[in-house]
């Protein structure tokens, strides 16, 4: 996630919240490498039998769009896992089978001429290396299952979020019933604290919930996710918090799996691989909404950080999976990044992707939030997409109290609610469709920029044009 902005609004909270003492990083220096396989051969899966690892709600999900199954679907090759498996000292983290990827982990920096070496391997190329020291977390935050009385605004249903849903038209689709019921969402993010128990989300279906980072994951405990940082929980509120008066989300009544793909403890690529995997997964559960308020453009040393001609939607391993979202079916709503202040300035991946809704930040005046990323994309798309409020937007923290938050990651998961809404009436459509939907009917339609893309979205107005087809 692009740190820069996030660390600065976020560390007098986590300090507070938090008591973090450092660590030397155990089982001495390790590295993760990703290997780039040339076909999928030594495998008997075939695309006439897919709800061998899809899901049927997946399956159904690209016959109702008319998408058929491709090569990208097949898993990665069983064969060549075993073959990868059987050098000494390695073990796989994961796999793409959208990117035909394999991670795998090891202490030994031989293995990797070895593994580049094997005939179905195209590239070898260092991913991740374990940091010298880890936070070690100690949890001391009490959470409050009760709000408090300044908390509410009497009368007001949708509480203290009631100018970022009404912004975007959205509380007109709730009042005809829309509010996200049928739809389920994956929200990627880098972890959840408290979201399984705070009363803000007592009423929530949450279908699952899974952890890709490695090795905050080991021993295997999805639990984990909500033990953690708390900017997934507070993106989450903006979707699914249903405490009347308090604050209502924008999609209550949908379904929700949570992914952990963002590594706190450093920046590199492999997260990117940990983005591919958790898309992938939610792709395989069914999800119809990918909600990801994750961004990245500078990693640590020694690994190579962007460059801006790369942000054409097919460079980096992120951005090409989420390009493929659309054609598998599934919309991705995607913050745009909170770069706008700093050297960079554009947008970060893989909100460069094509055929997705890059979110950007506005003011409730409808301002441009000076740190939200502009574009456009390296090829001349036109980035963000959308934008919606974000500075700052009202949440739930992991401590179960009402916060104002600014950044990008806060306007995406807005919107990203309402999509669900929209697509909840007119079930039919694909999901390309929604998304040309969603910027046509926006206010800056006719004349897009790179700072509002195609303006604020009227979803009122979408639903309406898109119900008269």
Known sequence: MNRIFTLLLTLLTALAATAATKIKYPGGRQYMYRLTLADK????????????WLSAKSVERRKRQGLKLDSTDLPVSPGYLKTIRAHHGVSIVGTSRWNNTVVVHTNDTTVKAQLAALPFVRQAELVWISPDSIDKEQPKWIYHNEFNSWDSIHGEHYGNGKEQIESLHGQRLHH?????????????????????????????????????????RQPTDDEQIFKGADHGTRVFSAIAANFPSV???TAPEASYWLLRCEDQQSEQPVEEDYWAMAAEMADSAGVDIINSSLGYND??????SLLLKELDGRSTLISRTASML????????????????????????PADADNILTVGAVT????NAPFSAVGPSQD??????IVAIGSPAVLISGRGTVVRDMGTSFSTPVVCGLVACLWQSMPNKSASEIINLIRSTADNYQSPNNIYGYGMPNFWRAFMIGNLK
């Open 41 to 52: 051969k030594e495998s008997d899966y075939r695309l006439e039998a897919p709800t061998r």
């Open 380 to 385: 001349g798309r036109v980035k963000p997409d």
């Open 176 to 216: 005809v019933g829309l509010r996200g019921k049928g739809m389920t969402i994956a929200v990627l993010d880098g972890g959840f604290r408290n979201a399984n128990r705070l009363a803000a989300f007592s009423s929530t279906r949450i279908a699952g919930c899974r952890d890709f980072v490695w090795p905050l």
């Open 364 to 367: 409730p005046q409808g301002i």
């Open 299 to 304: 990693y640590d040393k020694p690994h190579k």
């Open 247 to 249: 604050l209502v989300g």
């Open 326 to 349: 659309a054609r598998k079916g599934i919309i991705l709503v995607n913050s745009a990044g909170n770069t706008g202040m700093g050297p960079w300035k554009k947008i970060c991946v």
